[in-house]
């Protein structure tokens, strides 16, 4: 089973505290910083996540790219990000694929179960890419034991000592 994730772009920074706040000093920044957590989000999930954000808020009307192997889309002129969202999911529904959608919006919600999608939550999805991020902390953490250890077990003393000595040559 394949799974997709359609994210409200907008919505989650209105939503997302850490970006709201950044938001009001670099609308641009905020969006990368979403795409960047989406990317995260592709990577440790397998999910395929496309971030749909409205065209009235940026140049580029229409516009769809890829950023961090995440699909970036823009509404084109007159379309908001809820009607893309709508139409990304009767294009995208098969039997084989579950499609998620990340919005706060209650009718937007409400439109999306109705066409077959699950619904997912600003709070919801902001909560998963904490727990991912501390997942991927926690996963770094230890390949970094794994490559730092050796057959014969070390106490951490000795073996910042060899480290020490390590570094001098």
Not at 115 to 142: F, M, W, Y
């Amino acid at each position: 089973m394949k799974d997709i994730l359609l994210v409200d772009g907008y919505n989650m920074i209105g939503a997302w505290p850490e970006l709201r706040i950044l938001k009001d000093k670099d609308l641009g920044l905020a969006r990368d910083r979403l795409v960047e957590a989406m990317a995260e989000y592709q990577a440790y999930t397998g999910y395929k996540v496309k971030v749909i954000f409205d065209a009235h808020m940026v140049e580029g009307i229409g516009k769809s790219y890829h950023n961090h192997r995440v699909d970036v889309l823009y509404t084109r002129k007159n379309e908001t990000a809820d009607e893309r969202i709508e139409k990304l999911v009767n294009e995208l529904k098969r039997i084989d694929t579950r499609i998620h959608v990340a919005t706060s919006d209650f009718t937007e919600q409400s439109l999306i179960f109705g066409s077959g999608a699950l619904r997912k939550s600003a709070r919801e999805l902001l909560l998963e890419t904490e727990t991912i991020e501390k997942g991927i902390d926690t996963e770094v953490q230890n390949t970094q034991k794994r490559r730092n250890s050796t057959k014969i077990p070390l106490s951490d003393e000795i073996a910042e000592i060899f480290e020490k000595w390590r570094r001098q040559r």
